[in-house]
């Protein structure tokens, strides 16, 4: 039986003894080159192994083969799809030696909800919401997920029915079920510091451009400015981006406050608190507004994935309403006719009190406009929640 393989890359993931070893698994004749190399990157040994229909005895015997040549301690996993999933998931019901993780794309014959696998076997199904039928997640005895907007096929590029936006999501629950099932333990936060510090930090000798850049994948990485529309795909839109606009507009008082940080199994989430005085443009925040010399102070929420110890994306959002107020470009009073006369008090937005409330929170600021428009009264409480 003809097999693909591929080595991981050194460096990111590294373990003590052989390198965890997954077997990739579907009903194509060539190997999956992208996702072997995802794996790769992560620091797999991959390994693909095709599925022929109608042979399912002799693919059957092969995947009780699977640990044969593995040396004491060591483990490898499964990721399965379409009928190469149902052939898994059934083999999976008896024990499997050294298997601690499967990872199952749209198979047709889903397990009884009730089924329980071995406690040391990581069981992880994702099903098509659109062509299959399945049980409420909340009633398995495994690990279902279902995307309701995707027909089979959604996490192959290949396939018409590809979803990215599904694709990622599958891959991140796919990534930490096996990171679990091998027990290992990866710090992406140096990552995103190293990104940091290039772009926000001015005394330290990797800073620029060029050192932002360095820290993403070769393989179009995209900055996403939600508010303002701004970034670019790809190392040379990137560079350009953080040379001539970002990096130019941190202002001489500029400063960011790190409020909290949550780090996932591939992503960083950073909530955090910017202030700066509009002394010069800040071409990212407002493009084109000429320096208005207004102090702001706007709460920055960061999502930052990383990949094979690469940055792959940042997708940056705040209120950019609370920033217009602050520099005079919006003013709450002032509403359209046509929603004054239907009642509209003020237009619901708010100035620097809404970055403040997220540091320091104080009950006196919460619910000011409820209470201008009257949809406080006969409420007993302070909150109006439960006299709370």
Request: aromatic fraction near 8%; charge should be positive; include cysteine.
């Given at each position: 039986m003809s097999v693909a393989s591929s080595q991981p890359s050194p460096g990111f993931l590294s373990f003590n003894s052989a390198p965890p070893r997954i077997w990739i698994t579907g009903s194509s004749t060539h190997a999956p080159e992208r996702e072997l190399a995802a794996w790769k990157d992560e620091g797999f040994e991959t390994t693909y192994l095709p599925y022929t229909p109608g042979n399912e005895a002799t693919y059957n015997r092969t995947l009780k083969t699977l640990h044969n040549d593995l040396k004491l301690g060591e483990k490898y996993a499964i990721v399965a799809y379409g009928d190469a999933a149902n052939v898994v998931l059934r083999t999976a019901i008896k024990p499997m030696p050294h298997c601690c993780a499967i990872v199952a794309y749209y198979p047709s014959q889903l397990p009884s909800a009730k089924?329980?696998?071995?406690?040391?076997?990581?069981?992880?199904?994702?099903?098509?919401?659109?062509?299959?039928a399945s049980p409420p997640p909340e009633l398995c005895e495994w690990k279902?997920?279902?995307y309701d907007r995707c027909a089979t096929g959604f996490a192959d590029p290949s396939a018409k029915t590809y979803s990215a936006v599904e694709a990622?999501?599958?891959?991140?629950?796919?990534?930490?079920?096996?990171?679990?099932?091998?027990k290992a333990e990866v710090d992406i936060e140096p990552v995103v510091e190293a990104a940091w510090t290039a772009k926000y930090k001015d005394d330290v000798p990797e800073r620029g451009s060029m050192a932002v850049v360095k820290s993403m994948t070769q393989n179009s990485p995209h900055v996403t400015v939600a508010p303002t529309l701004e970034g670019g795909i790809g190392r040379r839109k990137l560079e350009e981006f953080y040379r001539e606009f970002f990096i130019p507009s941190l202002v001489e008082d500029f400063e960011l406050r790190l409020v909290s940080r949550t780090i996932g199994v591939d992503r960083v989430v950073d909530e955090m608190v910017v202030s700066f005085t509009h002394s010069d443009e800040?071409?990212?925040?407002?493009?084109?507004?000429?320096?208005?010399?207004?102090?702001?102070?706007?709460?920055?929420?960061?999502?930052?994935?990383?990949?094979?110890?690469?940055?792959?994306?940042?997708?940056?959002?705040?209120?950019?309403?609370?920033?217009?107020v602050q520099?005079?470009?919006?003013?709450?009073?002032?509403?359209?006719?046509?929603?004054?006369t239907k009642g509209l008090k003020r237009l619901p937005a708010v100035g620097v009190e809404a970055a403040r409330q997220i540091v320091e929170p104080r009950q006196e600021r919460y619910n000011s406009l409820l209470k201008e428009h009257g949809l406080f009264n006969g409420i007993n409480g302070v909150n109006g929640v439960n006299g709370s």
């Open positions: 089924f329980k696998f071995p406690s040391s076997l990581q069981v992880q199904i994702h099903v098509a919401g659109l062509s299959q279902l997920y279902r990622n999501l599958a891959w991140s629950r796919a990534l930490a079920c096996m990171r679990k099932g091998f800040v071409d990212w925040i407002l493009p084109g507004v000429p320096a208005t010399g207004k102090h702001v102070e706007v709460a920055m929420v960061s999502v930052v994935v990383v990949r094979g110890g690469k940055l792959v994306s940042e997708h940056l959002y705040w209120d950019q309403a609370s920033v217009l520099v005079g470009l919006l003013d709450p009073k002032v509403v359209p006719k046509n929603m004054k």
